[in-house]
């Protein structure tokens, strides 16, 4: 089989460091950068690291430069630094900031009806869930009247329009993690014994 093409061009970015992706706990080999177009990824040379004159700490705007690699049939694009600065943030440079979502809701019906059948335990559950889940202030519950589906409560209608007929108190804490899925933030490597090892190569 014969090697895959490759395309090489320059780029520049400007972004917000975010961090570096390091081996056997002490060998930096990417650093992680947020800019305007996403996250991205770039290795980086002893030139760049040479460059910068500075410890990095999460949080500090940055220009990089170096070389671009596109695999013209992966289309997997490689990024390598040989040059970074730090750099005073421009309107340009910087991450859209997207306003915050409107809290949303989640309704169950107060009907006496679905009240008979659960409905009660399953307005305690979705609260209990909420406040152990640290949505309480992202997530409001609140009741409304009869849904037209008596026979079949409780009834809920979670954000988006998904229906739950007949559900149990005990299948709240599953339902709001289906709706409500925990997003982990991204872990900084850059812990200060990381940037004690990074002493050395700084000019």
Not at 29 to 45: N, V, W
Not at 73 to 89: F, H, M, N, Q, R
Not at 124 to 139: F, K, P
């Amino acid at each position: 089989m014969g090697k895959s093409k490759q395309s090489r061009s320059e780029f520049s970015l400007e972004g917000r460091f975010l961090g570096y992706i390091v081996e056997d706990g002490y060998k930096i080999k990417q650093m992680r950068l947020t800019t305007a177009e996403g996250e991205c990824f770039i290795k980086l040379t002893k030139e760049a690291r040479a460059s910068l004159g500075k410890v990095l700490v999460p949080g500090d705007w940055v220009k990089v430069e170096g070389t671009k690699k596109v695999d013209q049939d992966s289309e997997i694009v490689k990024l390598k630094a040989y040059w970074i600065g730090t750099i005073v943030p421009t309107p340009m440079s910087k991450p859209e900031v997207r306003p915050s979502k409107a809290k949303q809701s989640i309704l169950v019906c107060q009907k006496s009806s679905c009240m008979k059948r659960g409905g009660k335990a399953i307005c305690q559950a979705l609260e209990e869930t909420l406040s152990d889940r640290g949505l309480e202030g992202q997530v409001a519950v609140k009741g409304t009247g009869c849904m037209k589906n008596c026979g079949k409560g409780p009834n809920v209608i979670m954000p988006g329009k998904g229906r739950y007929c007949q559900i149990d108190a005990k299948e709240i804490p599953g339902l709001i993690d289906k709706h409500f899925p925990k997003v982990e933030p991204m872990a900084i490597e850059t812990a200060i014994e990381d940037l004690q090892e990074l002493q050395p190569i700084v000019l």
